[in-house]
């Protein structure tokens, strides 16, 4: 479909291993970010990526997580050294150019990630 | 910095039976301010968005009015329907450099027939 796409939808790896989250956006919005929802902390902001400007990292929990965006369009987020907490739900959303936030950010499915 | 405040759940309702979820923020600048729902086993989808003061979004028979002067933004229905059995997320942007969404904590809604 046209929507956003994330893979894998779930993936499950023992504590220590490094993990990649996929996120395919809408064709032509050039707005991505990454959100992680657990059961503790709610949804939260990890990463914004727009056009070529440097990406918004200020909601990167730890020095193990980053991620980047190839070419303006696929992100792959990447967990090193998994840990416990890491356990969550990975949201990726698109939107087209900001805009003040009147542009609406569309949601895929999610990965869910599970620590061993 | 940026906060949302929403209604404690979970919230069960018979069908047809009106809804209200109330929800508050705390912005430093003039925030976008949107409605998500996220249905079992789903991704969340927007459901309305009212980007400044006294605006109503609506959508699926769900309503929110922007109101400034309370800084509330709460979801209503007239007659809900076991359909939209979800969880509710109440969500700002703000107006300054950020652009990522400030969640709530989500209402969780079990309509029964």
């Known amino acids: 479909g046209a929507g956003v796409s994330q893979s894998p939808s779930n993936k499950v790896t023992e504590k220590g291993k490094d993990v990649e989250l996929r996120c395919d956006p809408i064709?032509?919005?050039?707005?991505l970010y990454w959100y992680r929802q657990s059961l503790g902390q709610g949804l939260e902001f990890l990463i914004y990526?727009?056009?070529?400007?440097?990406?918004?990292k200020s909601g990167l929990p730890s020095d193990r997580f980053s991620a980047e965006r190839t070419g303006g369009s696929v992100s792959t987020l990447t967990i090193q050294r998994t840990q416990q907490e890491d356990s969550a739900v990975y949201l990726c959303?698109?939107?087209?150019?900001?805009?003040?936030?009147?542009?609406?950010?569309?949601f895929g499915d999610g990965t869910r990630l599970s620590i061993l | 910095g940026d906060s949302v405040t929403q209604m404690e759940g979970p919230v069960t309702l018979s069908e047809e039976a009106f809804l209200t979820i109330n929800c508050t923020y705390t912005?430093?600048?003039?925030?976008?301010l949107f409605w998500y729902v996220q249905y079992p086993g789903e991704g969340l989808q927007l459901l309305l968005k009212?980007?400044?003061?006294?605006d109503k979004g609506s959508n699926k028979g769900f309503e929110a009015t922007y109101r400034k002067e309370t800084t509330s933004f709460h979801l209503e229905k007239g007659s809900v329907q076991v359909s939209d059995s979800a969880v509710y997320f109440c969500?700002?942007?703000?107006?300054?450099?950020?652009?990522?969404?400030?969640f709530g904590s989500g209402t969780q809604l079990t309509v029964l027939p």
């Open positions: 959303a698109s939107s087209l150019a900001s805009g003040q936030g009147r542009q609406p950010q569309h």
């Open positions: 064709s032509g919005h050039t707005a």
């Open positions: 990526f727009q056009g070529n400007s440097a990406p918004d």
């Open positions: 912005a430093t600048g003039y925030p976008s």
């Open positions: 009212a980007t400044k003061a006294d």
């Open positions: 969500a700002l942007i703000d107006s300054g450099s950020a652009r990522q969404l400030t």
